[in-house]
């Protein structure tokens, strides 16, 4: 199951970088909350139930979920990372 949301993730993500701005993961979880908000509720709970979440932990498995995906569009060459002014960018890489 953790996978099918892996790929649900690594899709909306790719969806969400589509137009070509850079964001920090932050800005891509946060964009996410407001247009696939079902999607990270899945994510969150299953990557919580994988990796033995609860409590304050709980709380970063959105995070968790959002970086597991970026760096598998980056691994797949559809997306591309860099800092700029400190903070780590990521950009659809087209």
Do not use: H
């Amino acid at each position: 199951m953790l996978s099918e949301v892996r790929e649900e993730m690594v899709a909306v993500i790719a969806d969400v970088l589509s137009d070509g701005r850079a964001r920090t993961l932050e800005q891509v979880l946060a964009e996410l909350r407001a247009e696939y908000p079902e999607s990270v509720e899945t994510a969150s709970c299953e990557y919580a139930s994988a990796y033995g979440y609860s409590g304050c932990g709980q709380l970063m498995a959105p995070v968790n979920a959002v970086a597991d995906a970026l760096a598998c569009l980056e691994g797949r060459g559809e997306a591309v990372s860099f800092f700029r002014d400190g903070l780590k960018l990521w950009q659809n890489a087209s």
